[in-house]
């Protein structure tokens, strides 16, 4: 006759490994308590006011803030992968309209890497040229899919945009104006990275098993489909829409915090204190409201704003980031469907970066579990 095994002694750990860590890291910090997001020692809030996204995905990639000569090599790579392989594109034929644009976005990265040829064999290129090639390919993707679910065909890129701008150009079928294209640069800033969230840890952890940066970035879209992920900044938006005005958002507010509804954009696992992304953030999208004539809907954002914080704020509830990126890209025209896209295209940069400074040194990521019987 056999019997049970005694049960392992108490071992501690943190539910959904609140409070664990995988390791050191010098590419940002998140500090929840002091309202501070910093890129390698720069505050998010200055990157957005001095410089580009091209600048900040070099820095946050490789460590450091690009001098001209270099900010140009790194244009280039970008500019050099804007076409990804035609399989991709090809691949949208055979998924339904209907879809949804973020599922389209990773079904087309995965076809491309099915097509990825030698990168010159140099080791020491495709450190860099992986990256790019991943940012630039997402970027043409993206568009692609956005434009799938309007029955559109896909644009080919112009060289003689920038990153943001050739993304709103393929996506929307428009040169977007300057002002358009600040706005949406400033939202790929904020969202660049943002420590071992799960979809970053997802693509950190299929890159510790010695998989390519492509398939890691693939397990972070994957993670970031979730509806508790990546479509919050949907939710929030939605959310909105169904506000007629301030008056209308303050009466309803009051209801929904009386009968404990919880609020899409609303906190967040890190910050106990206002969101850095959200105060870099609005002024850019209520410039771009007034300048589209939808100066009512900041109003209305602004009071739902205002009367969830009074009543949640001293609890550490305040508006996140996914309460005001839905501003920037409504005005702009991309459909709520796919507001989770942009957000992938940025937040991927982390991903990568966090792989990248992981892989020479880092063991294979295998968290055990504890036997309860």
Not at 226 to 246: P, S, T
Request: glycine share 10%; proline share 7%.
């Amino acid at each position: 006759m056999i019997g049970r095994s005694p049960v392992c002694p108490v071992q501690r750990y943190g539910s959904g490994l609140d409070g664990l860590v995988v390791g050191d890291t010098t590419i940002s910090l998140i500090d929840g308590l002091s309202s501070r997001l910093l890129y390698r020692g720069y505050s998010v809030e200055d990157l957005v006011e001095h410089v580009t996204f091209e600048e900040v995905s070099h820095l946050v990639l490789f460590g450091e803030l690009p001098d001209r000569s270099a900010l140009e090599e790194w244009k280039g790579e970008l500019i050099r992968w804007r076409e990804p392989p035609q399989a991709a594109f090809d691949a949208l034929h055979r998924v339904p309209f209907a879809a949804h644009p973020l599922a389209k976005y990773r079904t087309t990265l995965t076809v491309a890497a099915c097509h990825v040829g030698d990168l010159d064999g140099a080791p020491s290129g495709i450190e860099r040229r992986t990256p790019a090639r991943i940012l630039s390919w997402t970027a043409a993707l993206a568009a692609a899919a956005i434009r799938h679910a309007e029955r559109e065909a896909p644009l080919s890129p112009d060289p003689r945009l920038g990153f943001a701008g050739n993304f709103l150009y393929q996506a929307l079928g428009r040169r977007p104006e300057a002002d358009e294209e600040r706005a949406f640069d400033a939202s790929l800033i904020v969202q660049a990275e943002h420590g071992l969230h799960a979809a970053a840890l997802a693509a950190l952890i299929v890159s510790s098993t010695g998989a390519d940066l492509g398939s890691a970035v693939l397990a972070g879209m994957g993670a970031l489909s979730g509806v508790r992920h990546g479509a919050a900044n949907q939710l929030a938006f939605e959310m909105l829409g169904k506000l007629e005005d301030a008056d209308h958002a303050r009466r309803w507010a009051r209801e929904a915090l009386a009968r404990g509804h919880r609020f899409p954009g609303f906190g967040h696992r890190v910050y106990k204190c206002p969101d850095p992304r959200v105060r870099a953030l609005e002024p850019w999208a209520r410039r771009l409201l007034a300048a589209h004539g939808m100066d009512e809907r900041w109003h209305t954002y602004l009071a739902l704003r205002e009367e969830v914080e009074a009543a949640l704020g001293p609890r550490g509830i305040h508006a996140n980031v996914d309460s005001i990126t839905g501003l920037l890209y409504h005005p702009l025209g991309l459909p709520p469907g796919a507001f989770p896209i942009p957000f992938c295209l940025a937040i991927q940069t982390g991903w990568m970066a966090h792989c990248l400074e992981y892989a020479p040194d880092g063991p294979m990521i295998s968290p055990g579990v504890v036997y309860v019987g």
